[in-house]
């Protein structure tokens, strides 16, 4: 009986890949308007809703609440990509691996027109990108599809790859690596890390 009652308990705050991914679809190019939008610096707290909209619980230091507006805000390991970064590094999620343009450093060389990370993987990733190659973590999205064609080959060339949902700049099923649209793709190091769920 135990058993049977706490295997209900954790069923029901299990994470589901498919409630965060069509979260992320719905509200990549249209912010949701529960949330402040934090225009050009909303990345993070994009990611970090499709993360919640998927089960992951709030904590004290991963949380939202109202602001006077009646708008969610969150603290700063759900709004700051290098503080989220760090935060699900303490929670010990799964790096999957680092990645820039040339391989360089202790990185590989990100590949288009191939899967650098798994159908598995979709739902559960989020994507931190070092602009300047300094160590500290400037932009993130949240991996959806894998292995398909970019939605937008005006900004990424005619390519097909793992495809990502992203805010600040809005962007819905766009290449992971953002290589053609990032005018510092030669320094740009990318982090991806997955959910243990």
């Known amino acids: ?48 809703q499709c993360f919640y909209a998927g089960g992951m619980k709030k904590t004290a230091s991963w949380t939202t ?9 969150g603290t700063t390991n759900w709004n700051k990509a290098d503080s989220f970064k760090n935060y699900v590094k303490s929670l010990s999620w799964n790096r999957l691996g680092n990645w820039s343009k040339n391989g360089v450093t202790g990185t590989y060389a990100y590949v288009n027109n191939s899967a650098n990370l798994t159908a598995s993987n979709t739902g559960k990733v989020v994507i931190f990108y070092d602009w300047t190659g300094n160590g500290e973590m400037n932009h993130s999205s949240f991996y959806v599809v ?8 005006s ?21 992971w690596n953002r290589d053609k649209a990032n005018a510092q793709r030669k320094y740009t190091r990318i982090y991806a890390f997955e959910l243990p769920a």
């Open 1 to 48: 009986m135990f058993c049977t009652l706490l295997c209900l308990a954790s069923s029901a705050f299990a994470y589901s890949r498919t409630a965060a991914i069509n979260y992320s679809n719905q509200y990549a190019l249209d912010p949701n308007p529960t949330y402040k939008f934090y225009g050009g610096a909303d990345c993070t707290n994009f990611v970090s």
């Open 65 to 73: 609440s109202y602001n006077n507006d009646g708008q969610q805000c």
């Open 146 to 153: 894998n292995n398909a064609k970019t939605s937008n080959t």
């Open 155 to 175: 900004l990424d060339g005619n390519v097909t790859g793992d495809l990502i949902n992203q805010h600040s700049n809005e962007r819905y099923h766009v290449i």
